[in-house]
């Protein structure tokens, strides 16, 4: 059982560059977040879905997109790349629901942009 | 949207102490979660505690739901339950939307 695994782990990008950050779980997990880290600030909500073809904005959605096309997969996008996304990226699952909505995060991916 | 603040944001301890963490928030919630990210920034789950107490070794956390807040005991700490703890909610809506408050560090000395 991997649990939670983030591709890639690091990543450097020039400003205005594009990429995609995966998450994949194998607990069959209706519900996965994508947080930011940064120094001091905690983790914010950038997105997350409740199920499989849904999304919804977190507290930080700006410059960002998601899409939830698989039920294993959670993909966050930054179509052009800013120096204020520099951070590490967390994603996490849960069973969701009342009662079960206890998450399992990944190992995180760190993120520059230059 | 609901907030969530915890205190103290920086806690030193000597090995062996005792300490206590707080999560306040501001709204109903029928879900809060503590979390322990360590050194290396993994992320574990300590407590789902929205409402009771609960005890796992030499943490234990109680939540009162009804004055929206949480704590968070450790006994007899250990070098080991250094890092960052966190305490995240969700709205008794049940959105699904997990929020974070920004963490106590713990630093406990040898």
């Known amino acids: 059982n991997a649990g939670v695994t983030q591709t890639p782990k690091f990543r450097v990008l020039k400003t205005g560059q594009s990429m995609t950050l995966l998450c994949a779980q194998d607990?069959?997990?209706?519900?996965m977040y994508w947080y930011r880290q940064d120094p001091g600030m905690g983790l914010r909500l950038i997105h997350y879905?409740?199920?499989?073809?849904?999304?919804a904005k977190g507290e930080v959605p700006d410059g960002y997109n998601v899409s939830r096309l698989k039920k294993q997969n959670f993909l966050l996008g930054l179509e052009s790349a800013a120096p204020s996304q520099t951070s590490v990226y967390f994603c996490?699952?849960?069973?969701?629901?009342?009662?079960?909505?206890?998450?399992?995060f990944g190992a995180g991916s760190r993120l520059t942009v230059l | 949207g609901i907030q969530v603040e915890q205190s103290p944001p920086d806690l030193i301890l000597q090995e062996g102490a005792n300490s206590t963490l707080r999560c306040n928030f501001s709204?109903?919630?029928?879900?809060l979660q503590w979390f322990h990210q360590n050194p290396w920034g993994q992320l574990i789950n300590l407590f789902y505690?929205?409402?009771g107490t609960k005890q796992n070794g030499r943490l234990s956390a109680t939540t009162v739901a009804t004055e929206r807040y949480s704590l968070l005991y450790i006994s007899s700490s250990q070098t080991t339950d250094s890092g960052v703890y966190f305490c995240?909610?969700?709205?008794?809506?049940?959105?699904?939307?997990?929020?974070f408050g920004q963490g106590t560090t713990l630093q406990v000395k040898p």
């Open positions: 996490a699952s849960s069973s969701g629901g009342a009662g079960a909505n206890v998450l399992t």
């Open positions: 607990m069959n997990h209706e519900y």
């Open positions: 879905s409740v199920g499989e073809g849904t999304t």
């Open positions: 709204d109903s919630v029928n879900n």
């Open positions: 505690i929205p409402s």
């Open positions: 995240a909610v969700e709205h008794s809506s049940n959105t699904g939307k997990l929020i």
